[in-house]
T-cell receptor, first 114, second 108 residues
Framework: DAGVIQSPRHEVTEMGQEVTLRCKPISGHNSLFWYRQTMMRGLELLIYFNNNVPIDDSGMPEDRFSAKMPNASFSTLKIQPSEPRDSAVYFC????????????FGPGTRLLVL | AQRVTQPEKLLSVFKGAPVELKCNYS??????LFWYVQYSRQRLQLLLRHISRESIKGFTADLNKGETSFHLKKPFAQEEDSAMYYC??????????FGTGTRLKVLA
């Protein structure tokens, strides 16, 4: 298994543009997480899906952020419109179930909003 | 409220010196404790978890329920240990709360 796959790996965009980040979890995993990593705040959980259903989106910072999981093998995180303060590394992670299990992280998308 | 604290943002040690990365948590119930590591420009990956009681890359972590701590230790640091380390208690709900992380720098 290739592990969790994210694309793009790097994204540079201008303020006001729409940004879409993509994630393919490990096959068979039914929990998916989106995190944001910054120097100031560390790793923050943005949203959690279980069986493709959003369970907790309380970490999504604003209405500009939205996430979808149309099927078990694909999820997107969208920022529209983007702002410079959204610059961060965004990680996707998946986990086999809901219990106390290891999370498997993707390589991350490094986003820079100018 | 559930909380995890890693008091040191940066820890610098010389090669061959002992290392201790601190983690304190405030959780109800019996969380499972994890340490994750992120090497430069790489993805986060599991280093070790309490339930497996393994020693990974020479690191161990002891759960102290009385002090609610899960400090990560290694007797002799190596340069390749330089990385970002995150403590993450898991209460059994879906929600991990990661600590803010400790950057370990091992100096030659």
């Amino acid at each position: 298994d290739a592990g969790v796959i994210q694309s793009p790996r790097h994204e540079v965009t201008e303020m006001g543009q729409e940004v879409t980040l993509r994630c393919k979890p490990i096959s068979g995993h039914n929990s998916l997480f989106w995190y944001r990593q910054t120097m100031m705040r560390g790793l923050e959980l943005l949203i959690y899906f279980n069986n493709n259903v959003p369970i907790d989106d309380s970490g999504m910072p604003e209405d500009r952020f939205s996430a979808k999981m149309p099927n078990a093998s694909f999820s997107t995180l969208k920022i529209q419109p983007s702002e410079p303060r959204d610059s961060a590394v965004y990680f996707c992670a998946s986990r086999p179930g809901q219990g106390q299990e290891t999370q498997y992280f993707g390589p991350g998308t490094r986003l820079l909003v100018l | 409220a559930q909380r995890v604290t890693q008091p040191e943002k940066l820890l610098s040690v010389f090669k061959g010196a002992p290392v201790e990365l601190k983690c304190n948590y405030s959780y109800s119930g019996s969380p499972e404790l994890f340490w994750y590591v992120q090497y430069s420009r790489q993805r986060l990956q599991l280093l070790l978890r309490h339930i497996s009681r393994e020693s990974i890359k020479g690191f161990t972590a002891d759960l102290n329920k009385g002090e609610t701590s899960f400090h990560l230790k290694k007797p002799f640091a190596q340069e390749e240990d330089s990385a970002m380390y995150y403590c993450a208690p898991d209460s059994g709900t879906y929600k991990y709360i990661f600590g803010t992380g400790t950057r370990l720098k091992v100096l030659a």
